[in-house]
């Protein structure tokens, strides 16, 4: 971590304020997620609870993107500096595999029971399966969804399916593939 903030200060991105922010908010993110984990474990019944709350915020969220005016700012020299619409379509990324990680954690969680309890060999076939996999989704998935919805609804969906392989297809898959014949 202290790599990318020093990366983000010698490239002139960033100041250090920017850099000192991000980390405090990187440290409380990651404590509040913590936190949010134990209690998940001491009430797993109701881990609904948590992408229920997800969800909203992601929708909260999203209307904020859609509706907040997003003005382009320019330099001395008439370049560019922020473009608004493109921060928004970031947004709509970030909602999209938020949503699908939150659907996808909570049905892997209570339906498929993912275990990495098993051989290193195994271990390395689901990872190179799975790269494979995900290139393949991202690959036909991101030109089709862009091919038949317009921003921000298609980039929010194509980043969806991208993040719900990942959090529940491909562990849904391989518990399929791996069982024991019964």
Known sequence: MSLVGFSRLYLGVHTPQDVLVAFIA?????????????????HPEKDWIVVV??????????????????????????????????MANDTFKAIGWASAFLIGWFLERRYVKFSTDISLPKRFARCFTGMIGFYIVSLVNVPLVKMWFSSPFGTMLSCFVQMFYISFLFPMLFMKLEKPDE
């Open 26 to 42: 990187g440290m409380f993110v990651m404590s509040l997620t913590i936190l949010l984990l134990r209690w998940v474990e001491a």
């Open 53 to 86: 709350t997800g969800l909203v915020i992601a929708l909260l969220l999203g209307l904020y993107a859609s509706f907040k005016p997003y003005p382009i700012d320019y330099d001395a020299e008439g370049n560019i500096l922020v473009e608004g619409a493109k």
